[in-house]
């Protein structure tokens, strides 16, 4: 049946993992994927992870099938982490959630559900958004739609822009909005901002989506939760997909949850019981380590507080590398004012190099990035940022 059928293209993101891991030039740096690493190179299991694994390993009695959203206690936590301890949504048992695997797996839940009581919901993106947003919400039935996002000249959040196009769109679509560390941009929304958004939604009645997957990794996890908040008080319906691949360094544990916010409890219930039906479908009910460690960790004032040190310690190391980038850049006498690199957040950078110059390091210095020129920080050390900066500098000054 595969004879005249076309192969699929490599996928932009893990497409880039698979050519880096081909790639046999010993000096490449891998600066495409989302994914932590330290000052060594390597993708770390965080102390507290570990701790949890041989707790687990000790006192796990049984491998029978979780509940279809989970274990209980893990989407208390999920809860208390995206909108704070002392949230009105989780008092007022306004919020249900469900374990999903990763991310993604958070957000086809999300669009499954969504789309299950309106057919005809269009799903607007940021220009740009991550590559898989899309995919994942065609995927889901979805016709896909963007909304003015980056400003490119400015280099920040074209905010007016983006106001005055989702201030029209249609009642019942979705809007998907980054939470915090947008990728692939690095520019976040302000406090501000977001409670303008919300009286936007409001108005206009779309549905507001918001993908938090990189909570801790861009001014902290309380800081970082301003978005969700601001929603979430706001009594609107809304959808939460959230991920521990990145600060609990869980990547291929599949950690994630769907929670769905109500105006009341008694709505909560149906929307738990239709994202069951959900979840039932598309995998039946999740895997159980990825969550339990999670669990186990935010249930252990010890595991907790050393869970924070840590992502503390991931948060600075991407702030140091973010600035050497640029400093290495200046010391170089590059022209080019990349100062704006340090007014974004989170693991990426848009750096704001062009596809030939992405494609001419990739060629010449087996130095990967997305196409888009976005630059996960993280594959930065102190042993190749100077090669880096160097390789950046030659391109810049044979692209003059
Ligand atoms: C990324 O954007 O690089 C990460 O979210 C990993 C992925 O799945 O694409």
């Not at 309106?118 to 919400?137: E, I």
């Not at 924070?308 to 590059?334: F, H, N, P, T, Y």
């Amino acid at each position: 049946m595969w004879k005249n059928i076309e192969a699929a293209p490599a996928d932009a993101i893990l497409g880039l993992t698979e050519a880096f891991q081909a790639e046999s030039r010993p000096g490449k740096v891998n600066l495409g994927v989302g994914v932590y690493k330290d000052e060594t190179g390597i993708t770390p299991i965080p102390g507290c992870v570990k701790a949890a694994e041989l707790i687990l390993l000790e006192t796990e009695k049984t491998k029978s099938y979780l509940p279809i959203p989970g274990e209980p206690v893990y989407g208390v936590e999920v809860q208390k982490l995206i909108f704070g301890e002392s949230s009105e949504v989780i008092s007022g048992r306004r919020a249900v959630t469900a374990h999903a695997p990763g991310g993604t797996g958070a957000l086809r839940v999300g669009a499954d559900l969504l789309k299950k009581f309106n057919k005809d919901a269009k799903l607007w993106l940021s220009d740009p958004s991550w590559t898989n947003h899309r995919s994942v919400f065609s995927a889901a039935g979805y016709a896909v739609e963007e909304y003015p996002y980056y400003d490119a000249d400015a280099k920040g959040v074209d905010f007016v822009a983006m106001k005055e196009c989702l201030a029209r769109v249609p009642s019942g679509d979705v809007v998907l909005l980054h939470a915090c560390c947008h990728n692939p941009t690095g520019f976040d929304l302000s406090a501000e901002q977001w409670k303008e958004l919300v009286e936007v939604a409001k108005k206009a009645g779309w549905i507001p989506f918001l993908d938090f997957a990189y909570q801790g990794l861009g001014e902290g996890l309380e800081q970082d939760r301003v978005g969700v908040v601001a929603f979430a008080e706001s009594g609107l319906d809304m959808v939460v997909s959230s991920s521990f691949s990145k600060n609990f360094g869980l990547y291929r544990e599949r950690v994630g949850a769907c929670t769905v916010v109500t105006p009341s409890e008694a709505e909560a219930v149906v929307a738990m019981s239709h994202l069951k039906t959900v979840v039932r479908v598309l995998y039946s009910n999740p895997p159980a380590h990825g969550g339990l460690v999670v669990k186990t960790v935010l249930t252990s004032k010890a595991l907790r507080s050393q869970w924070v040190e840590e992502l503390d310690g991931m948060c600075r190391r991407i702030k140091e590398m973010r600035a050497q980038l640029v400093q290495g850049l200046e010391k170089r006498g590059v022209e080019r004012d990349f100062s704006y690199i340090l007014r974004q957040r989170g693991m990426f950078s848009f750096s704001g190099l062009s596809k030939e110059m992405v494609e001419w390091l990739r060629a010449e210095k087996a130095i990967y990035m997305v196409g888009s020129g976005r630059i996960n920080l993280a594959g930065l050390t102190t042993s190749n940022i100077d090669y880096v900066c160097d390789a950046i500098a030659e391109g810049l000054k044979q692209e003059k």
